[in-house]
């Protein structure tokens, strides 16, 4: 998870008790009504702490990674969360591919004339897709 800002505090007590606080915002932000977050499980920053700097947060508990994961979508809502950005933990060759990738997706579409516009290509699951729109519904082609 990226973005989470993160207090210019030099007391690194009360600057997690801030940041537990606004991980159990955010998570109960994006929660089912009935699944409320009440204590944050293990999370660490990663990186040296710098004033006006934000850096990672990792989540140890898979459980808590997997719900964020899944209701990140409603992240877009929140006014306050439009600048958090949640993906899963890869490791260099996956990031690599995934770069790979989406440079690859990029310059198809750019390279589209203006009657291919309907067509378009996209990353999923670290797979190329083809995608063609018709009447605003997209329909998924294989490449």
């Known amino acids: 998870m ?3 800002r993160e207090d210019n505090i030099r007391n690194w007590h009360e600057r997690k008790k801030k940041e537990e606080e606004r991980i159990r915002n955010l998570l109960n932000n994006i929660s089912e009504e009935d699944d409320v977050f009440s204590e944050v499980e ?3 920053r990663l ?20 719900r964020l994961l899944s209701n990140a979508w409603k992240l877009k809502d929140a006014q306050e969360m439009k ?7 890869m490791r260099e060759e996956e990031r690599a591919k995934m770069r790979e990738l989406v440079t690859e997706v990029r310059e198809k579409n750019e390279a589209r004339s203006e009657d291919d516009k309907k067509v378009f290509w996209k ?21």
């Open 2 to 4: 990226s973005g989470l």
């Open 42 to 44: 293990d999370y660490m």
């Open 123 to 143: 990353v999923k699951n670290e797979c190329v897709e083809v995608v063609v729109q018709r009447d605003g519904i997209d329909t998924l082609l294989k490449e």
């Open 83 to 89: 600048m958090i950005y949640v993906r899963r933990n």
């Open 47 to 66: 990186g040296k702490y710098e004033e006006g700097k934000t850096r990672v947060i990792m989540l140890k508990s898979q459980v808590t990674a997997e």
